[in-house]
């Protein structure tokens, strides 16, 4: 840990806080509000969902999974490049503050689009993607340099039920606007919905400065070279040969990719899926997913508990094997009350297997290292390619057969393919731990 005892709480809590700036990000923008905005406005007059993008006609729900796919894709090819320039540079909190004002500010600029500038929304949404994700990277690779080890479950769970607690707090005042305009002096909800937006915005750059006043800048006082870019370059390439040597990281990171596929496409499409397969209704699709945002900020707690008394690896095979179960549920939901007892589900173990990843890979960074944003950085391009295969096999599967319930179904391959992995994961138990073994 870099920050004196005395600043320590005061550290770890801004650090905590970035969570409750981006996470507006996740739900108003990818989940919740914008992408019913998108298709209202990009559906013509009657009814047809096909849209000219740069000349190129095509369906509008397709150009939006691509322009997400992109963004992933696009942050996935540049985060090692960049954290590697960070690592060598000492300047995470710059790249982090970077990252951070390009999604806040393209946020706002999609209070400007209409279905009279398609190019300039997908732009924005683009870089909004690009800026949330490239942020996390740095943002997660300070949590070794400001807690202990015997912190970092814990630390890792506040970060998420913050986010958690932020962004429903500000999706339930943008549902507000939406649902009684009138009363927010608003003309009609769709300017709600590009004043929601705006707020997302300005809510993220705004809490923002919290961490960026606290965390440490350039903790190591590395010296900036004018070869940054080569200097990033070999930054990568030398973590990169440290974690092909390390056994239990790659284990742990293979794991986390096969049942990221699955974590990450439910929580992308679960909405979908009650739309589709059930017809629900749009409030109560949105019910559904304040239940998950809700009940996750008890599983982030509730499961950094169990990892403290039985360890990391038995927390996160009970929570893979629990999705196992949740993907053959799926396939049998009928009804909006069992929907709503899978949505209760899937938030305990959704907000329990984000925040313990985070913390199990900081734990299995080695000591000695300065390179954390680096090391982040092959966390993160997992995280991000598992998404782009996960909704591609998804899409694919549904495809072929016709149902998205099919496609649910054999999401359980993916967690039985990282529970697999996970098994053969030796995760030390920390000296703290309630049981004085090692898991095996």
């Known amino acids: 840990m870099l920050v004196s005892l005395s600043n320590k709480k ?36 009657d009814g047809g969902d096909r849209v000219d993008f740069f000349g190129f006609e095509i369906i509008n729900t397709v150009l939006y999974s691509y322009s997400i796919s992109f963004s992933f894709l696009l942050i996935a090819f540049l985060s090692p490049l960049l954290s590697g320039i960070a690592d060598s540079s000492g300047k995470k909190l710059s790249f982090m503050k970077f ?50 080890e015997k912190d970092f479950d814990l630390l890792s769970a506040k970060g998420f039920a913050l986010g958690y607690i932020g962004s429903v707090i500000l999706l339930i005042l943008n549902l507000l606007m939406i649902q009684f305009p009138g009363t927010f002096g608003i003309p009609d909800g769709g300017v709600a919905a590009r004043i929601s937006f705006l707020i997302t915005g300005f809510w993220w750059a705004g809490f923002s400065q919290i961490p960026f006043r606290a965390l440490p800048n350039n903790p190591f006082n590395k010296k900036i070279s004018s070869k940054l870019l080569l200097h990033g370059y070999r930054e990568i390439r030398k973590v990169f ?3 092909k040597q390390i056994t239990v990281m790659n284990r742990f990171l293979i794991a986390f990719f096969f049942y990221s596929m699955g974590v990450q496409t439910i929580m992308y499409l679960a909405a979908l899926f009650g739309d589709k397969e059930l017809g629900l209704p749009g409030d109560q699709l949105i019910l559904t997913i304040l239940i998950i945002q809700f009940v996750a900020i008890i599983g982030s707690y509730f499961f950094a508990f169990i990892s403290k008394i039985y360890g990391n690896k038995k927390s996160l095979v009970i929570m893979v094997s629990v999705w196992f179960l949740l993907c053959c549920g799926a396939y049998f939901v009928y009804t909006v009350y069992e929907f709503f007892a899978l949505a209760f589900v899937v938030g305990l173990v959704m907000g329990g297997i984000q925040s313990l990843s985070r913390s199990t ?14 090391y982040f950085s092959f966390y993160d391009v997992t995280e991000k390619i598992a998404i782009v295969l996960g909704t591609f096999s ?44 090692k898991d095996s």
């Open 241 to 243: 040969r440290e974690v």
């Open 10 to 45: 005061k550290v770890q809590n801004a650090w905590a806080m970035y969570d409750w700036a981006n996470s507006v990000y996740s739900l108003v923008i990818t989940s919740t509000i914008f992408p019913v905005y998108y298709n209202s406005v990009t559906k013509d007059i």
């Open 99 to 148: 990252f951070a004002y390009l999604g806040s500010l393209s946020c706002i600029g999609l209070f400007f689009f209409d279905s009279s500038n398609l190019e300039f929304g997908i732009i924005c949404s683009v870089l909004a993607s690009v800026g949330y994700a490239g942020s996390i990277v740095f943002y997660n690779a300070f949590l070794p340099e400001i807690s202990e």
């Open 394 to 437: 998804y899409g694919i599967i549904e495809q072929m057969t016709g149902s998205m319930r099919n496609s649910a179904l054999s999401l359980g391959i993916f967690f039985l393919i990282g529970l697999g992995f996970l098994l053969k994961v030796s995760i030390p138990k920390p000296k703290y731990s309630m049981a004085n073994q």
């Open 361 to 374: 890979f900081s734990k299995l960074i080695p000591v000695s290292t300065t390179d954390h944003a680096s």
